[in-house]
């Protein structure tokens, strides 16, 4: 079978032919129908070869399709089952520390596998699977967004629409920053109250341990926004970080004092799935971009080079 893999020493990732994978005793196979491309699959590649355990590496973390073979103890899916897979579950992630689903199939965990609703396109399906699950999960389970609450969300990206658009439907007032303006209706549209293009406009001036009027801010980007995030929340609010756009950032030590910085990092099934629901009935409606299987190379240069509004997802099997 064909798949997209990491071949060592930063090189751009590489379509080969590859052994078709055998399911483990815990494990289904899927053939993969759609795949979301993300910017974790960039850093992946940046620091690869110090940490997948084996080279080369089939990449692709978000992903969706059909069982068609399972394991000896699996027995709460069937052959047919449409499914799409946590990327933060029991098995290692996919793409990083086992073989992930830029390829024809896919060995997946049982535990690990989401239902798709009938009904629920299979790109939505696949960017559910970590866009829609870690935004989600940073948002609602993590920083607790509901009515009546002010919330910041930085970077109105493939993960900020979708966290977002979830503290909209918690009946939340939400603010994005986001330096591209041309996103701004889409933001709008959306539920968002208003929008700028720097959360520096959040912070009050003037106040030596600055203190904004935000309940909670989720950082979706990560590009040296920490601090603006600190400095805009009130006292006894949060932030939450997930981008990675920076490996390292410096906070201001009286900034931090009686507020809470907690990072997020994936999510769950049931988040998957209750993103799925919120799909199916048309509340989460993430703007995303279909691509061919074969170009998934080139849609992650695209991506590299912030070429990309939403998300991107391959399309192959149908």
């Not at 396109?121 to 002010?150: E, N």
Request: charged share 20%; proline share 5%; net charge negative.
């Amino acid at each position: 079978m064909k798949a997209w893999q990491y071949m060592g020493d930063r090189a751009p990732i590489q379509l080969n032919e590859v052994p078709e994978p055998t399911p483990g005793p815990t494990q289904v196979i899927i053939d993969v129908r759609a795949a979301g491309l993300c910017h974790s699959d960039i850093m992946y590649m940046e620091v690869g070869d110090g940490v997948m355990p084996f080279l080369p590496m089939t990449q692709g973390h978000e992903n969706a399709g059909v069982i068609t073979a399972l394991g000896a103890e699996v027995t709460d899916f069937a052959v047919g089952d449409v499914v799409g897979v946590c990327s933060s579950g029991v098995q290692l992630p996919t793409g990083m520390f086992t073989p992930g689903g830029f390829a024809d199939q896919l060995a997946a965990d049982h535990r690990d596998l989401a239902r798709v609703p009938e009904g629920l396109d299979l790109s939505l399906a696949a960017l559910g699977t970590d866009a829609g699950m870690t935004s989600y999960h940073a948002m609602i389970k993590v920083g607790r967004a509901s009515a009546g609450m002010k919330v910041g969300v930085i970077g109105y990206g493939g993960l900020g629409q979708i966290g977002a658009r979830a503290a909209v439907l918690a009946g939340a007032e939400v603010h994005v920053a986001e330096t591209k303006e041309e996103v701004w209706p889409l933001a709008l549209e959306a539920g968002v109250t208003a929008c700028v293009a720097d959360a520096q406009e959040w912070v009050p001036t003037g106040q030596a341990m600055a203190a904004g009027d935000f309940d909670l801010i989720v950082d979706y980007a990560g590009f040296e926004t920490t601090q603006t995030a600190l400095n805009a929340v009130r006292r006894g609010g949060k932030v939450v970080q997930v981008g990675l756009g920076r490996p390292t950032f410096t906070i201001a030590t009286n900034s931090i004092l009686g507020k809470t910085l907690e990072g997020s990092l994936g999510g769950t099934v049931e988040d998957i799935e209750e993103v799925y629901d919120l799909m199916v009935r048309g509340e989460i409606t993430p703007r995303f971009e279909e691509i061919p299987f074969s170009g998934i190379g080139e849609g992650l240069e695209r991506l590299r080079n912030n070429q990309v509004t939403g998300r991107l997802v391959a399309r192959f099997g149908d």
